[in-house]
């Protein structure tokens, strides 16, 4: 398999890493990654994020124990998103409020809230 370029130019040399349980499908996270947090990962094992507030590597559970194992790495047909199939090592809870997901907090559409008119009436 032929290794390929992720294009950090896009984004001001970052580019977005999803973070997705591989055997559930939830979407856990996302972050941040440059090319050193890039190539931490690979070389690792485990998701390394660019902190763009503390200007350093950040690897993912250093300090709470709910590492990111990488199971699988993809890119998009841009090659300048990344997604991560991971296995959570720890008690599982990747959000720093405690959840298993930063994604909790579901937002309103006002879409959904019109109701159908039955035969385009």
């Known amino acids: 398999m ?8 896009k984004m001001d040399g970052l580019v977005p890493g999803i973070v997705q349980d591989a055997r559930t499908g939830q979407v ?12 931490a ?15 350093k590597l950040w690897m ?9 194992r990488v199971l699988e790495a993809i890119t998009d047909c841009d090659h300048d998103t990344l997604l991560f199939r991971v296995e959570v090592e720890g008690d599982g809870l990747v959000c720093h409020e ?6 909790t ?3 309103a559409l006002a879409a959904n809230q019109v109701k159908a008119v039955p035969n385009g009436q």
Do not use: H
């Open 2 to 9: 032929a290794e390929i370029a992720i294009d950090f130019a």
């Open 28 to 39: 856990l996270m996302v972050g941040f990654l440059n090319p050193e947090s890039y190539r």
């Open 41 to 55: 990962t690979l070389e690792t094992g485990f998701v390394t994020f660019w902190s763009r507030t503390r200007q």
């Open 60 to 68: 993912k559970g250093e300090t709470s124990g709910n590492r990111l």
């Open 98 to 103: 405690g959840t298993v997901s930063c994604f």
């Open 105 to 107: 907090r579901p937002i």
